[in-house]
């Protein structure tokens, strides 16, 4: 459904050149469900945006839905659904007229267009605002209105950029059931940014971290965890020479990535926790050294960030570009 190689985006600002995306390879199969994680700043947004056709990569090519960006992007166009950051919708225009429109200017008929809305309206729980106009709408209201025109005409690949940035709990979740059922119904390919762990640990099948512009590790949530995070298993000793001694000890255990006293506690990072504290628990007390305490965690995405750059996802990249949709606007 995507294929990319060397795809580059720079930008200039204050008189300095900026890679905001550096040598991008992507293969997204269809039918998959996609996270780009990552900082704010980190080439997760302008990525999307090179691969939607709505800004020109500086260099490499992207095939998108069997089409060329850069040579057919009206192709492109008409086959996926897209939600940007920013609101999609006119606030003086009713919403059910929005939806409509938007399925008309899909190639729908009138008719199909109002029962797609419809159908969409009721399952994002807005049926009570199709005739409202859509200025006033919340700021949740309006931004599941930006995903059910991203979805009237049932694209075969849906890209979706923070979609859930300002929503509650209740309307994250409605909205992740809505997608994953569209995808499963469907077949329908979902490509879409977050900065929420937990966001790309439940809807995605395949995560890509991203920094500084280049995808820095690639793999399904959980093989990411157990790969380059581990388990953290916490052991509480009696006082700092027993802590030193089980430091000696977790480190003759097989597998392990990262020991560490802190004061009387001593942290082991190793995959497969769950089989590694019992044996850690029973050499320790071969060894004489008693455990006052035993915790074990499961890591976290934001372990995994943390793993590979040394800060965590909410410390940032600290790089901004712009949003121009063009060279030197």
Do not use: C
């Amino acid at each position: 459904m995507i294929h990319t190689r060397g795809l580059t985006r720079s930008f200039r600002a204050k008189g300095e050149t900026v890679e905001a995306v550096r040598g991008l390879d992507l293969d997204i199969d269809a039918g998959s469900v996609v996270a780009f994680l990552g900082p704010n700043g980190a080439g997760k947004t302008t990525s999307l945006r090179m691969l939607t056709t709505l800004l020109p990569p500086t260099s490499g090519t992207a095939v998108v839905a069997g089409h060329d960006v850069v040579a057919d992007p009206a192709a492109v166009r008409h086959r996926i659904g897209y939600l940007g950051q920013g609101n999609s919708a006119g606030g003086n225009f009713r919403v059910i007229d929005e939806l409509v429109t938007q399925g008309r200017a899909y190639g729908l008929g009138h008719a199909e267009s109002r029962a797609r809305s419809e159908l969409l309206l009721t399952a994002l729980e807005l049926e009570g605002m199709a005739k409202r106009t859509v200025g006033t709408l919340s700021g949740g209201q309006r931004r599941r209105l930006d995903i059910a025109m991203a979805l009237v005409h049932e694209p075969e690949l849906l890209f979706l950029d923070e979609p859930t940035t300002g929503l509650d709990p209740h309307s994250r979740a409605n909205i992740r059931e809505h997608v994953l059922r569209l995808r499963k119904e469907l077949g329908t390919t979902v490509v879409f940014t977050t900065h929420y762990l937990e966001e790309a640990d439940l809807w995605a099948e395949r995560v890509m971290v991203v920094d500084h512009g280049r995808v820095i590790a690639d793999g399904s949530p959980e093989q990411l965890k157990a790969d380059l995070a581990g388990d953290r298993i916490t052991v509480g000793t009696a006082d700092r020479a027993d802590a030193e001694r089980a430091v000696a000890v977790a480190r003759a255990l097989p597998a392990v990535h990262e020991v560490a006293a802190h004061g009387t506690e001593v942290r082991v990072r190793t995959p497969r926790g769950d089989t590694r504290l019992p044996l850690l628990l029973r050499r320790l007390e071969a060894a004489g050294v008693r455990a006052l305490s035993a915790r074990l965690a499961r890591p976290t995405l934001d372990d995994v960030f943390l793993t590979l750059t040394g800060r965590t996802l909410r410390e940032g990249s600290g790089v901004t570009v712009p949003t121009t949709t063009h060279d030197g606007a």
